[in-house]
């Protein structure tokens, strides 16, 4: 299997969180994401800051959940994709 | 030759007569600027929310090359045709010939410095991976393209400038096809090469339309052309594949 490149990550994170009907707690997610906790830690971070994942507390514990731009961002991947590939960029 | 009659192409034209203006020249020349102003931000504008999104750097590059080509075309007619048709020499009380040779400096040290650092984003946007993303490349890219801002308004020899123009090209044509040879990717996109390598072309031509306006007076509607040709056709690749929205 090829190494997933970053934005392929990005992807595959942001659509686990959508497959679970938009609510996962994070202990799960990073274990469906297939990376090291490590780099989970930094691709969370940078989600957050980048404002595509948010945290919500509630009486069952921590929860993920996608933004209005994790959705758009899921919506626009194979755009990205295609654009990087076409420009050689 | 004197130096300003090179840099201020269309100012010398003008022969002091704001009437001149109104020229077919002019007028082809500020048109052209026009559209190639137009095209690059579209370009620029048209991939925001794709750079928005995915951080990416090569789509920054390839975003900030149009930015600077749209600065460059700007420069190099806009501010000459605002300045000179709003009579700034007289609003000033500036004697005509030290103002349009003053226009014609400051316009062809921003043309230069900004058309090149345009190719030199571009260059990197295709080649930053390659070069292991170290962005302190990108200052010397700066020094670079004031060093030939600079020198164009130094040295008063056109040879000079086509010679250094020429090496610059072959220097970003060689890096260019020397990394696409290394690169493992087998499947390769001529028509996006062929774009590339002429809009590399085209901007010697340009650069060698405005420093020495007499080399290709006959070719010049030829280059407005091919160049507009060049950046409608990068837009219209653009816009296909970032989805007409």
Redesign the interface.
């Known amino acids: 299997m090829a190494k997933r490149g970053r934005?392929e990550i990005i992807r595959d994170i942001l659509d686990i969180i959508r497959e679970n009907h938009n609510s996962i707690k994070p202990t799960p997610l990073l274990r469906q994401s297939n990376i090291s906790s490590s780099r989970f830690k930094e691709y969370f971070n940078d989600l957050q800051e980048?404002n595509f994942i948010k945290k919500v507390n509630n009486k069952n514990g921590r929860f993920i959940l996608l933004t209005e731009?994790g959705f758009?961002?899921l919506e626009?991947y194979k755009?990205?994709v295609?654009?990087?590939d076409?420009?050689?960029? | 030759m004197p130096m300003y009659h090179l840099t201020g192409k269309a100012v010398g034209g003008f022969k002091g007569n704001i009437g001149m203006l109104t020229s077919l020249g002019f007028g082809t020349e500020i048109l052209y600027s026009f559209i190639i102003i137009i095209c690059s931000l579209m370009i620029y504008f048209g991939t925001k929310e794709l750079y928005e999104l995915s951080s990416h750097k090569g789509i920054k590059y390839f975003r900030q090359s149009f930015l600077f080509f749209a600065l460059a075309y700007f420069f190099r007619s806009s501010i000459k045709f605002g300045l000179v048709y709003f009579n700034v020499a007289e609003i000033f009380d500036i004697p005509r010939r030290i103002f349009l040779m003053g226009v014609g400096q400051i316009t062809l040290f921003t043309f230069m410095y900004f058309s090149s650092m345009a190719i030199f984003y571009l260059l990197y946007s295709v080649m930053w991976k390659k070069w292991n993303g170290n962005s302190k490349k990108i200052y010397l890219f700066h020094l670079l393209a004031f060093v030939i801002a600079i020198s164009s308004l130094l040295f008063r020899n056109p040879l000079v400038y086509l010679g250094m123009n020429f090496f610059l090209l072959l220097l970003v044509i060689i890096t260019f096809y020397i990394s696409r040879k290394q690169s493992k990717q087998k499947k390769t996109k001529q028509n996006l090469h062929i774009i590339y390598v002429l809009l590399f072309s085209f901007w010697i031509l340009n650069i060698i339309d405005i420093l020495i306006p007499n080399f290709f007076q006959i070719f010049q509607l030829f280059i407005y052309l091919a160049s507009s040709g060049i950046f409608l056709a990068m837009l219209y690749k653009v816009l296909k594949k970032v989805g007409s929205n």
């Open positions: 934005l980048r731009k758009k961002f626009k755009t990205i295609n654009f990087i076409e420009f050689e960029l």
